[in-house]
């Protein structure tokens, strides 16, 4: 059964510098991974997706790569800013369009 | 843009009660999801459904029933809610069967169950 693990639970930053949120998944044979936003009280936002057949994706200041073989994705900001503070979860794609997510990493982006 | 709407942000029922938490989604999607959000335990899902009238159990069934009577709907039924499922739920959708697309999410519903 697929495990996703994201650690650390918590992470605060001064604003400004770069961050990379890891997230790590038992089993290779995953048809996609998927990062989404969640906001305090809020649904999810979809950040980036990326297939199996991918290594990164990139949306704005965030950068996506995925490494299957390892069993780890990550998720790089760059330039953090106070609005950038939030609940980021990743979830692994098992097939049948199922998602085995991870419990999340809470950013704080320190002003 | 997808959107995926939720009826209630917020609910509170009695012990036994019959709850209906509603689902809407714009964009003709074919598969629809049910979660539920626990803290310490991340997003668990309950349904899903891949077309009308179609349903397939997810990892924690148990105390829900679903229906999907229309496309863009897709509704979880709580026959007799008790305590331990006041948990924020949260809806989402997906393209189609073809396993590698984005899930879109609605606001969800924080439910308490009293």
């Known amino acids: 059964k697929q495990e996703v693990t994201q650690i650390p639970a918590a992470l605060s930053v001064p604003e400004g510098e770069n961050l990379v949120l890891n997230c790590s998944f038992t089993?290779?044979?995953?048809?996609?991974l998927q990062w989404f936003r969640q906001d305090p009280g809020k649904g999810l936002t979809s950040l980036l997706l990326?297939?199996?057949?991918?290594r990164e994706q990139t949306s704005g200041r965030l950068n996506a790569s995925l490494d299957k073989s390892s069993g780890r994705s990550t998720l790089y900001i760059a330039a953090s800013q106070p609005g950038d503070s939030a609940t980021y979860l990743c979830?692994?794609?098992?097939?049948?369009?199922?998602?085995?997510f991870g419990t999340g990493t809470r950013l704080t982006i320190i002003p | 843009d997808v959107k995926v709407t939720q009826s209630s942000r917020y609910l509170v029922k009695r012990t036994g009660e019959k709850v209906f938490l509603e689902c809407v989604q714009d964009?003709?999607?074919?598969?629809m999801f049910w979660y539920r959000q626990d803290p310490g335990l991340g997003l668990r899902l309950i349904y899903f459904?891949?077309?009308?009238?179609?349903?397939e159990k997810g990892d924690i069934p148990e105390g829900y029933s679903v229906s999907r009577e229309k496309k863009e709907r897709f509704s979880l039924i709580l026959e007799s809610a008790s305590t331990n499922q006041t948990s924020m739920y949260l809806c989402?959708?997906?393209?189609?069967?073809?396993?590698?697309?984005?899930?879109?999410f609605g606001p969800g519903t924080r439910l308490t169950v009293l």
């Open positions: 964009m003709d999607h074919e598969n």
């Open positions: 089993d290779s044979a995953i048809y996609n």
């Open positions: 979830a692994a794609g098992v097939g049948n369009e199922k998602l085995t």
């Open positions: 989402a959708s997906s393209l189609s069967l073809s396993g590698v697309n984005e899930q879109f």
């Open positions: 990326i297939q199996s057949s991918q």
């Open positions: 459904s891949y077309d009308v009238k179609m349903k």
